[in-house]
């Protein structure tokens, strides 16, 4: 088995280094591995938008391919396999679940980097990037809190991973802070992109009483739901959704990510690209809260705004203590702040949220 | 006036050609739908077809196509038998889920002991996934003549869910961050289903492809099961004469798709996935379906068919990245390939005639 490994790994790498010289242009290449279609109107929107604004910056000395819907697994394996053999010098691979097929393809292109867009593994030349989504979960939480009649907030997840139930919890604390009364009905989707699904998960949840509906899937499936059911509000996800301003939808968490594509195409065509870590927020600006509506009260809206400003400016961090585990443990002491480490695998709720995460 | 006749004969020539001519009439209606894109279509469709298997990179998308086509041609030869026999699995997914967990688990259950037993009990616990999973359906069909068709799609949901739940849960990787997904099983060098011969991409899943395809040509070429699976689909009331029996039939076709499909998924998840995650399945036992068709239900047309769907698939990529085709137009140029071939396929049992309709 190992005899049998070695010369595949010999014959791949030969076969890929001339692949490599076969690349002679001097453009600097990227590709773009897409988990939804680029016409999602959120997560794959965005990062689309990103690739574009590179495209705008760098005119004729980038070129850029993507490909879009992408399976998670071997395909995606097969799709950087691709774009690396094309002759990409950086791959930005924009999915949670692409973090083991891009190690392994990195690993036989030592001379093509990837940024690992949410993921926790790294190599020499796969830097990990992602956004403090769960800063822009507290201010949609105090909206929420404020806005709901029926003190019950519907939220859609995708799949049950720390970056979901943070910003869960996030949006949770906040909520009760303004309304000691708030319920969370939550409704996995295991999917990031399926409209009908979405579109389900919020009527379902509207039919439970929520009025107040949150999302972490990236279709406007469920903005359109709401809208049809009247008296509800949303929230754009990862894209403004603006289209369903100023009802349903009275915010939104934009992602930003452009100046960091940008930044790090710019590092590659200097030779300063280095394997990195890089979590942006509020205050770095890859995390934008989108226009507060006119549907939203001006005070709510003015104490919005109040908690966006200090969390951008790192006066206020949205998990502070006191707080506690839903299983009545402590978990942080009055004042106290988590570390990035115990952010990153939150795999638990706060106390308050009467539900259970799926096992 | 066109009319169409029904021939007194099936035509052998049009069983034959439709596939032809459904991949000729792919080629000039979805040229024209890459060229109202404003690509050139002979490009694109050079892209999808040729690069795959004789571009600059071949030496690497040739392996891919076997990766590929192997769990479609594997799950489509069991589809076929039932279908042949107009017993209707559309679950395949579903087994091929319920293949990959139960041979993951099988393996996992190991962990971290190596031993060459391991893998081979792999096999085994994968192939009874899928064949358990595709007796409840059969079952329920002759113990209570429930329609398998929907019991079997409606069970592709609930593996789903047994896949969500085993990612999160029981097979979920401990060093995994709280993260959901079973260890990787690439690194489990015991229960890793790697390539057989390095560079080729063929792995024990493509082996175990070729072996169902022969086996399946014996079987229905020389086997008196094989017969009564072909005389059920051709004439039931027939069969039930020259002594089939119904029930066994039920239970076979079925439960050999099953194991197929368990296997499908057991060799995917062992190799070129990895990996049980929540969306391990990416739909091969419903593309399987298009395969089975599209190679009449005779097992050498499923391989070429397999060829072929995973050519577009590879080839579709590939396109996407280097012309900026959209992927739902190579969406479309994959559904079109299943409508003309539905289309010609009329004209196996049917003649058009041009002109009045005569009165009988």
Same mark, same amino acid.
């Given at each position: 088995?190992? $005899?049998?490994?070695?010369? !595949?790994?010999?014959?791949?790498? *030969? /076969?890929?280094? +001339?692949?490599?010289?076969?690349? &002679?242009?001097?453009?600097?290449?990227?590709?773009?591995?897409?988990?939804?279609?680029?016409?999602?109107?959120?997560?794959?929107?965005?990062?689309?938008?990103?690739?574009?604004?590179?495209?705008?910056?760098?005119?004729?000395?980038?070129?850029?391919?993507?490909?879009?819907?992408?399976?998670?697994?071997?395909?995606?394996?097969?799709?950087?396999?691709?774009?690396?053999?094309?002759?990409?010098?950086?791959?930005?691979?924009?999915?949670?679940?692409?973090?083991?097929?891009?190690?392994?393809?990195?690993?036989?292109?030592?001379?093509?980097?990837?940024?690992?867009?949410?993921?926790?593994?790294?190599?020499?030349?796969?830097?990990?990037?992602?956004?403090? $989504?769960?800063?822009?979960? !507290?201010?949609?939480?105090?909206? *929420? /809190?404020?806005? +709901?009649?029926?003190?019950?907030? &519907?939220?859609?997840?995708?799949?049950?991973?720390?970056?979901?139930?943070?910003?869960?919890?996030?949006?949770?604390?906040?909520?009760?802070?303004?309304?000691?009364?708030?319920?969370?009905?939550?409704?996995?989707?295991?999917?990031?992109?399926?409209?009908?699904?979405?579109?389900?998960?919020?009527?379902?949840?509207?039919?439970?009483?929520?009025?107040?509906?949150?999302?972490?899937?990236?279709?406007?499936?469920?903005?359109?739901?709401?809208?049809?059911?009247?008296?509800?509000?949303?929230?754009?996800?990862?894209?403004?959704?603006?289209?369903?301003?100023?009802?349903?939808?009275?915010?939104?968490?934009?992602?930003?990510?452009?100046?960091?594509?940008?930044?790090?195409?710019?590092?590659?065509?200097?030779?300063?690209?280095?394997?990195?870590? +890089?979590?942006?927020?509020?205050?770095?600006?890859?995390?934008?809260?989108?226009?507060?509506?006119?549907?939203?009260?001006?005070?709510?809206?003015?104490?919005?705004?109040?908690?966006?400003?200090?969390?951008?400016?790192?006066?206020?961090?949205?998990?502070?203590?006191?707080?506690?585990?839903?299983?009545?443990?402590?978990?942080?002491?009055?004042?106290?702040?988590?570390?990035?480490?115990?952010?990153?695998?939150?795999?638990?709720?706060?106390?308050?949220?009467?539900?259970?995460?799926?096992? | 006036?066109?009319?169409?006749?029904?021939?007194?004969?099936?035509?052998?020539?049009?069983?034959?050609?439709?596939?032809?001519?459904?991949?000729?009439?792919?080629?000039?209606?979805?040229?024209?739908?890459?060229?109202?894109?404003?690509?050139?279509?002979?490009?694109?469709?050079?892209?999808?077809?040729?690069?795959?298997?004789?571009?600059?990179?071949?030496?690497?998308?040739?392996?891919?196509?076997?990766?590929?086509?192997?769990?479609?041609?594997?799950?489509?030869?069991?589809?076929?038998?039932?279908?042949?026999?107009?017993?209707?699995?559309?679950?395949?997914?579903?087994?091929?889920?319920?293949?990959?967990?139960?041979?993951?688990?099988?393996?996992?259950?190991?962990?971290?002991?190596?031993?060459?037993?391991?893998?081979?009990?792999?096999?085994?616990?994968?192939?009874?996934?899928?064949?358990?999973?595709?007796?409840?359906?059969?079952?329920?069909?002759?113990?209570?003549?429930?329609?398998?068709?929907?019991?079997?799609?409606?069970?592709?949901?609930?593996?789903?869910?047994?896949?969500?739940?085993?990612?999160?849960?029981?097979?979920?990787?401990?060093?995994?961050?709280?993260?959901?997904?079973?260890?990787?099983?690439?690194?489990?060098?015991?229960?890793?289903?790697?390539?057989?011969?390095?560079?080729?991409?063929?792995?024990?899943?493509?082996?175990?492809?070729?072996?169902?395809?022969?086996?399946?040509?014996?079987?229905?070429?020389?086997?008196?099961?094989?017969?009564?699976?072909?005389?059920?689909?051709?004439?039931?009331?027939?069969?039930?004469?020259?002594?089939?029996?119904?029930?066994?039939?039920?239970?076979?076709?079925?439960?050999?798709?099953?194991?197929?499909?368990?296997?499908?998924?057991?060799?995917?998840?062992?190799?070129?996935?990895?990996?049980?995650?929540?969306?391990?399945?990416?739909?091969?036992?419903?593309?399987?379906?298009?395969?089975?068709?599209?190679?009449?239900?005779?097992?050498?047309?499923?391989?070429?068919?397999?060829?072929?769907?995973?050519?577009?698939?590879?080839?579709?990529?590939?396109?996407?990245?280097?012309?900026?085709?959209?992927?739902?137009?190579?969406?479309?140029?994959?559904?079109?390939?299943?409508?003309?071939?539905?289309?010609?396929?009329?004209?196996?049992?049917?003649?058009?005639?041009?002109?009045?309709?005569?009165?009988?």
């Amino acid at each position: 088995m190992t $005899f049998t490994k070695l010369l !595949a790994s010999a014959a791949l790498v *030969a /076969g890929m280094a +001339t692949a490599a010289f076969a690349d &002679g242009d001097d453009k600097t290449k990227l590709g773009f591995v897409f988990v939804g279609p680029v016409g999602d109107g959120g997560w794959t929107y965005e990062h689309n938008v990103a690739r574009l604004a590179v495209e705008e910056e760098f005119g004729d000395k980038v070129e850029t391919v993507f490909v879009e819907s992408v399976a998670e697994g071997p395909d995606s394996e097969r799709v950087m396999t691709q774009m690396a053999l094309d002759g990409a010098d950086l791959i930005f691979t924009t999915s949670f679940g692409y973090m083991d097929p891009t190690i392994n393809v990195a690993a036989k292109f030592p001379d093509v980097k990837f940024e690992h867009a949410t993921g926790y593994k790294r190599a020499d030349n796969v830097s990990t990037y992602g956004a403090r $989504f769960y800063e822009g979960r !507290a201010v949609q939480g105090h909206i *929420a /809190g404020k806005m +709901t009649k029926s003190n019950t907030v &519907g939220y859609i997840g995708s799949y049950p991973i720390p970056e979901v139930i943070r910003g869960i919890n996030s949006a949770f604390i906040h909520a009760r802070k303004a309304n000691p009364d708030v319920q969370f009905k939550i409704v996995w989707a295991y999917t990031w992109f399926d409209p009908a699904k979405e579109a389900d998960a919020a009527k379902v949840l509207i039919e439970q009483g929520a009025d107040v509906i949150l999302q972490h899937t990236d279709s406007t499936a469920p903005q359109a739901a709401a809208q049809e059911a009247g008296n509800v509000i949303t929230f754009g996800q990862a894209s403004d959704m603006a289209q369903y301003a100023p009802k349903p939808r009275v915010s939104s968490i934009i992602d930003n990510w452009a100046p960091y594509y940008i930044e790090r195409t710019k590092a590659v065509m200097d030779g300063t690209w280095e394997s990195k870590d +890089t979590w942006g927020g509020i205050g770095t600006g890859m995390v934008g809260i989108g226009d507060i509506t006119d549907a939203v009260p001006a005070d709510v809206k003015a104490e919005a705004e109040a908690l966006r400003d200090s969390i951008g400016s790192g006066e206020y961090q949205p998990f502070t203590g006191p707080l506690k585990k839903k299983d009545g443990s402590d978990w942080l002491a009055e004042g106290e702040n988590p570390d990035d480490q115990a952010l990153l695998q939150m795999n638990f709720y706060v106390e308050g949220i009467q539900d259970d995460i799926p096992q | 006036m066109i009319s169409l006749v029904k021939r007194p004969e099936p035509s052998r020539v049009f069983s034959l050609a439709a596939p032809l001519l459904a991949v000729l009439a792919t080629f000039v209606f979805g040229g024209l739908l890459f060229a109202a894109l404003g690509k050139d279509p002979f490009l694109a469709i050079r892209t999808i077809f040729w690069e795959p298997l004789f571009g600059e990179f071949a030496f690497y998308y040739r392996p891919q196509l076997l990766i590929k086509g192997a769990p479609l041609v594997l799950v489509a030869i069991g589809l076929s038998l039932g279908f042949k026999a107009g017993i209707w699995n559309i679950g395949a997914e579903g087994q091929y889920i319920m293949g990959a967990l139960f041979g993951a688990g099988a393996g996992l259950a190991f962990y971290p002991a190596q031993s060459v037993f391991i893998f081979p009990l792999m096999v085994l616990a994968g192939a009874f996934g899928g064949w358990i999973w595709a007796m409840i359906p059969a079952v329920l069909r002759v113990k209570f003549g429930t329609n398998e068709i929907l019991v079997s799609l409606m069970l592709v949901y609930v593996a789903e869910q047994f896949l969500a739940s085993m990612s999160l849960g029981l097979l979920k990787n401990p060093e995994g961050f709280g993260f959901p997904g079973s260890r990787n099983l690439q690194q489990y060098a015991s229960a890793h289903n790697a390539e057989l011969i390095a560079g080729t991409g063929m792995h024990w899943g493509v082996v175990a492809a070729l072996i169902a395809v022969i086996f399946a040509y014996v079987l229905l070429a020389r086997h008196r099961l094989g017969f009564a699976i072909r005389v059920t689909g051709d004439a039931p009331r027939a069969a039930r004469f020259s002594g089939v029996n119904p029930t066994r039939l039920v239970l076979f076709c079925l439960g050999t798709s099953g194991l197929l499909a368990g296997l499908a998924g057991m060799f995917e998840v062992a190799g070129p996935s990895g990996q049980v995650t929540i969306d391990f399945n990416v739909g091969y036992g419903f593309t399987a379906i298009i395969v089975a068709f599209l190679g009449r239900l005779h097992p050498v047309g499923i391989l070429l068919a397999g060829g072929l769907m995973a050519l577009t698939y590879i080839g579709g990529d590939i396109a996407q990245s280097k012309l900026g085709l959209p992927a739902a137009a190579i969406q479309v140029f994959q559904g079109m390939l299943l409508f003309f071939l539905l289309a010609f396929d009329l004209f196996t049992n049917y003649r058009p005639r041009i002109g009045r309709a005569e009165v009988a």
